[in-house]
């Protein structure tokens, strides 16, 4: 059984910084892509950063320069590390692991708060 568990999300001021990760189990890892998605209430769910193999990445436009994301294929890992934050990235943040339309799974979503 596939699982994918968030964690680091949390409260954090303008301009600070919080890392999430995704632990991942029961599925061959690497050859997964993995992304990060958000949600922010009244929103529909947007692609934020996706990682493929071990280095290929893309950003959405409106975190590029301040969100980077990694992946730890031994640890079946993949973090997003996510600098100078800002009040509009507040949202539930997702994890992601697709392989297929067949092999596409969700995490069960961590909450980042931006707010002073």
């Known amino acids: 059984q596939v699982q994918l568990v968030e964690s680091g999300g949390g409260l954090v001021q303008p301009g600070g910084s919080l890392r999430l990760s995704c632990a991942a189990s029961?599925?061959?890892?690497?050859?997964?892509?993995m992304s990060w998605y958000r949600q922010a209430p009244g929103k529909e769910r947007e692609l934020v950063a996706i990682?493929?193999?071990?280095?290929?990445?893309n950003y959405a436009d409106s975190v590029k320069g301040r969100f980077t994301i990694s992946r730890d294929n031994a640890k079946k890992s993949v973090h997003l590390q996510m600098n100078s934050l800002k009040p509009e990235d507040t949202a539930v943040y997702y994890c992601n692991a697709r392989f297929s339309d067949d092999n596409n799974y969700w995490g069960q979503g961590t909450q980042v708060t931006v707010s002073s």
């Open positions: 990682i493929r193999g071990s280095t290929a990445t």
């Open positions: 029961g599925l061959s890892f690497s050859l997964y892509a």
